[in-house]
């Protein structure tokens, strides 16, 4: 029996694109009239037949992706999904999302899943960097990967990462601490993932090059275990002069702990925060921010996806820039 030709094989015979392709085919998207008569030409000397079928099920040919973040219920990685969405809406690529809640062994269920949809590409952000199952599923597939902020399958053909550059921000806003004459400072950060790996490392470089004490701190995505180590300083008479909060999450409960002991923001101790969230902004003096184009996240996951959907590009690295913005939250010490 003869093998059944594909969309890939007319791609490959046409010399484009299996996107541009796929626009063809489905009628969705422009494709210029001189690539639409190749595309033609190959369809019919090849003989190549669309499952409409398929098309009828996935609404288009080679248009649908799967995205994974580990908790929806974080305030920043639904607005990573949805700048995503909006950016794949665009191409007319259909997005279906799942979040394991931080799970590793529910991740790696999903992706399966999904793998089953033949979906066409997969945006990932893994609840654990070590999570194999994961790591093996997606070894086997030759779709486009696109992971975001996390140090996962580097090496392997058909995987591009989106990546924050958190030490950066992190030296600014230690430069700012030095000028404006703190001597100690502590980072809260999660104890998993590319995120606080480096923002402790960059922390303690950055401390140690101006002579100030560090410390820090790794817990839990829970952020109780902040408001504790908060409370016990204090009792002990050992708050730093800065704080640094390394995950969004854990700016409430450090807030609360400092209210409980009396301690007021911009008067007794520097407060600094990761991201721009609510919190943070109407919080009185607002707090300072070691911040980053969120949305960039997104448009460049995007980029990536196409190019190797379209062009066949193997897969990249994409940096993006943190920054500091300095506020009244910051003690300015004699």
């Given at each position: 029996m003869a093998?059944?030709?594909?969309?890939r094989d007319v791609s490959k015979h046409a010399g484009v694109g299996l996107g541009t392709v796929s626009r063809?085919?489905?009628g969705r998207g422009y494709v210029k009239q001189e690539t639409g008569e190749k595309i033609r030409a190959s369809i019919e000397e090849l003989g190549f037949m669309p499952s409409f079928h398929a098309m009828a099920m996935r609404g288009t040919v080679g248009t649908s992706v799967s995205?994974?973040?580990?908790d929806i219920s974080n305030a920043l990685s639904s607005f990573v999904v949805k700048t995503l969405g909006d950016e794949l809406r665009q191409h007319d690529v259909k997005m279906f999302f799942a979040s394991p809640s931080g799970r590793p062994e529910v991740e790696a269920e999903i992706v399966q899943n999904f793998i089953s949809r033949a979906v066409d590409g997969m945006f990932l952000m893994p609840s654990d960097e070590d999570n194999e199952a994961?790591?093996?599923l997606l070894q086997l597939q030759n779709f486009p990967k696109i992971i975001l902020e996390r140090d996962f399958m580097h090496g392997l053909p058909s995987v591009s990462h989106v990546l924050t550059d958190h030490a950066s921000g992190i030296f600014e806003a230690v430069a700012y601490l030095n000028v404006t004459n703190h001597t100690s400072a502590a980072l809260?950060?999660?104890?998993?993932?590319?995120?606080?790996r480096d923002r402790g490392r960059a922390f303690t470089d950055a401390m140690n090059s101006y002579n100030?004490?560090?410390?820090?701190?790794?817990?839990?995505?829970d952020g109780d275990w902040v408001h504790d180590e908060i409370i016990r300083m204090s009792c002990a008479n050992a708050l730093p002069e800065a704080l640094i909060v390394g995950h969004n999450r854990y700016?409430?409960?450090?807030?609360?702990?400092?209210?409980?002991?009396?301690?007021?923001i911009g008067r007794d101790v520097s407060l600094i925060?990761?991201?721009?969230?609510?919190l943070g902004e109407l919080h009185f003096p607002p707090i300072a921010t070691i911040e980053r184009d969120i949305a960039l996240i997104g448009k460049l996951a995007c980029r990536c996806y196409l190019d190797m959907r379209d062009n066949g590009d193997e897969g990249r690295r994409e940096v993006i820039p943190t920054t500091f913005r300095p506020t009244s939250s910051i003690v300015k010490r004699l």
């Open positions: 093998r059944k030709i594909t969309i063809f085919v489905s995205v994974i973040v580990p994961t790591a093996n809260f950060c999660p104890e998993k993932g590319r995120p606080g100030m004490q560090a410390t820090v701190l790794v817990g839990s995505m700016l409430a409960p450090l807030i609360t702990a400092l209210r409980k002991r009396g301690h007021i925060t990761h991201d721009r969230v609510d």
